[in-house]
């Protein structure tokens, strides 16, 4: 299995903070990894995928980059609404994972 | 758009098998792969596997000896099975959608999530 890790595991911020979270594929995985945020008793929602690719109506302040096992998400400017948990997962190959999860958290 | 809601007991026995059914509406289950995600209370999302529509399956190892996915064309749904479940299988369960992100696209995603079902496992 290919294994994600996830820095910092929690951060706090301000509003209007610029945020990086990291996540490191333990193999190369090329590009195929997503970026996913999750509020508090609400499923997961689609970020981002292939690595810099922003889905369907994820406003512009969110970004990610990064290849092979380096991958970062930034959120530039970060809203009152972007409080929340955020979870890096590959899709290079199956079992499908997920990193364990980066909190973000008020300052 | 497609929609998924998972359904099934919110409370299972140990050694009992735990068994839940995710409907798809808004679209057909003949396209794409269907995946189960589960989350334990207050920790992060573990995948349990996927099926494809004509009934193709790929289960995460951790869980395979214990898990059956199956897919009901006519009913535009798809199932979980778990058996000899223990308090560890205690999470919110939940449906997802596993696309590409084109027609010749490799780029796989879960863009579409059910809201999730707790199942919590005790006698």
């Known amino acids: 299995d290919i294994q994600m890790t996830q820095s910092p595991s929690s951060l706090s911020a301000y509003v209007g903070d610029r945020v990086t979270i990291t996540c490191r594929a333990s193999?190369?995985?090329?590009?195929?990894l997503n970026w996913y945020q999750q509020k508090s008793g609400k499923a997961p929602k689609l970020l981002i995928y292939?690595?810099?690719s922003l889905h369907s109506g994820v406003p512009s302040r969110f970004s990610g980059s990064g290849s092979g096992t380096d991958f970062t998400l930034t959120i530039s400017g970060l809203q009152p609404e972007d409080f929340a948990i955020y979870y890096c997962?590959?899709?290079?190959?199956?079992?499908?994972?997920f990193g364990q999860g980066t909190k973000v958290e008020f300052k | 758009q497609v929609q998924l809601q998972e359904s099934g007991p919110g409370l299972v026995k140990p050694s009992e098998p735990l068994s839940l059914t995710c409907a798809v509406s808004?679209?057909?289950?003949?396209?794409?792969?269907w995946s189960w995600i589960r989350q334990p209370p207050g920790k992060g999302l573990e995948w349990i596997g996927y099926?494809?529509?004509?009934?193709?399956?790929t289960y995460n190892p951790s869980l395979k000896s214990r898990v059956t996915i199956s897919v009901d064309t006519s009913k535009n749904d798809f199932s979980l099975r778990l058996t000899s479940v223990t308090a560890a299988d205690t999470a919110v369960y939940y449906c997802?959608?596993?696309?590409?992100?084109?027609?010749?696209?490799?780029?796989?995603?879960?863009?579409?999530w059910g809201k999730g079902t707790t199942v919590t496992v005790s006698s």
């Open positions: 997802a959608t596993d696309r590409a992100a084109g027609t010749n696209s490799f780029y796989y995603y879960m863009d579409v």
């Open positions: 808004g679209g057909s289950i003949s396209s794409y792969y």
């Open positions: 099926i494809y529509y004509t009934g193709t399956t």
């Open positions: 193999q190369s995985i090329s590009t195929y």
């Open positions: 292939a690595a810099s």
């Open positions: 997962q590959q899709s290079y190959s199956t079992p499908r994972t």
